[in-house]
């Protein structure tokens, strides 16, 4: 949402969460972090605070240079920062700084996460998530056995079984070799939308292993059928028919693009922001789905960042999407000095990001969401299935 952030980018709130309020003597220097992207200054400025403030509680920016680091591929210093987190600022960033340690460097996480799970006095949400990493480690390595039983102690233990989760617990026994089982649930995760590619290919696998001379792909491809179809029908009933406003963004080279030039195309718009953990755990289903329709002309993509907090939004945003090898097309929203508002966003009235509208060639809102859950392919379905619509509607 808005007004909060995964990795604490919007310093100020972030303290709110924790009921701490900046001392007004260094609120300043606190506010200059927002316009720092480099975590080594965010550390140079942090770490004067500290040493002029030794008695005041400086642990959510701790957490926040704990996160900054592992994105950044700063192993040492990011669980350095980490290690000195206690209590609740703990457990809300552990799964974050090791997913993202993970995703780069999977030896020193399988170590850290080996090594936090050996302490008989771990809380037990820590333990939790831990065990999760830890199965994720182990997959990533190929022991579907290991990986199985960690995430069996962390399955059993959930309060909340959801459907994705469940999915991935069928999907790591299958992998582990139980197919039987395994291969009525993985049925049911594909006809809910909320298999991976994974989870498809290895559907497939068991069913071929369990019925030999049949045909495991037809088997598969026509579950996925009957899921898009019921999918399809169910988001045809929630199709809307509001006329677009005539917003106005501007593109890398500053050229000003509105509603009317993209007359008959169907148009994706999406409000983002770097400080938008959701926005960021959208985009990867949003490049795919880009990926998907690259070669379609009459279906165009903006990207808008939107609710700027950092003094260059532009080249934030540019920065983000070139780390993380991201070939979407980038647009900017930039606040208005004189009215204070972002007026692409103002005019779609937007409460909340990430939020997507999906445009038909009349310029008409046929579709609008608001956040993101779930997997990644089920978001790609959604989104398909959304323009798809609109293209018969228009």
Sequence with gaps: MRKMTMIAASLLTGLAVYGQQPAPAYKASLDSLKI????LKQEAIITRLIQANPN????????????????????????????QLKGRPRSMYLNAVVTSILAYDLQAAKEFVKKELSKTDLPAQERQMLLNLQSQILAK????????????????????KSPGLTANYYYLMSRWGNKQDALPELEKAVLAGVATEEMKTELSAAFGKLNPGKDAKV?????????????????????????????????????????SDFKGKILVL?????????????????????????????????????????????????????DN?????????????????????????????????????????????????GTKEAAVNELSAMIELARKSG
């Excluded at 400086?58 to 950044?72: R, T, V």
């Design 270 to 322: 999406d409000f983002w922001a770097t400080w938008c953990g959701p926005c960021k755990a959208a985009l990867p289903a949003m490049q795919m789905t880009v990926d998907k329709y690259r070669a379609d002309p009459d279906v165009q993509f903006l990207f808008i960042h939107t609710w700027e907090q950092v003094a260059n939004p532009k080249e934030e945003a540019m920065k983000y999407f070139a």
């Design 325 to 373: 090898n991201y070939r979407l097309p980038l647009y900017m929203d930039v606040r208005d000095a004189s009215t204070k508002k972002n007026p692409a966003v103002s005019a779609f009235e937007v409460k909340g990001i990430p939020a997507k509208f999906v445009i038909d060639g009349k310029g008409n809102i046929r579709f609008k969401t608001a956040g993101f859950g």
């Design 141 to 160: 390595e190929g022991d579907y056995t290991g990986a199985f039983s960690a995430f069996k102690q962390y399955y059993d233990q959930a309060q909340r």
């Design 56 to 83: 005041d509680n400086f642990e959510q920016y701790q957490a926040m240079l704990a996160s900054n680091f592992a994105a950044a591929k700063n192993t040492s210093k990011a669980l350095n920062y980490f290690g």
């Design 36 to 39: 720092v992207i480099d975590p």
């Design 219 to 259: 088997y598969v491809s026509g579950l996925i059928r009957q899921f898009e179809e019921k999918h399809k029908a169910e988001l045809a009933s929630q199709m809307i028919n509001e006329a677009a406003p005539n917003f106005v963004v501007t593109d890398l080279k500053g050229k000003a693009v509105s509603l």
